[in-house]
């Protein structure tokens, strides 16, 4: 699939599952958007609150 000029917003992106699905997403183009409540070099919250 060609996610070019798309993007993508990843909860739960820091690591495991969500961080592969994150990798995945920026493989085929797309512009990926991390959220996680892990501190790293992405958006860190809780969008629960």
Do not use: L, S
């Not at 599952?17 to 958006?43: L, P, S, W």
């Amino acid at each position: 699939m060609d996610f070019k000029d798309k993007v993508a917003v990843i909860t739960g992106g820091a690591q495991g599952i969500g961080r592969c699905v994150a990798e995945e997403f920026k493989k085929t183009g797309a512009v990926v958007c991390v959220i996680d409540k892990q501190q790293g070099d992405h958006y860190v919250g809780n969008i629960a609150d």
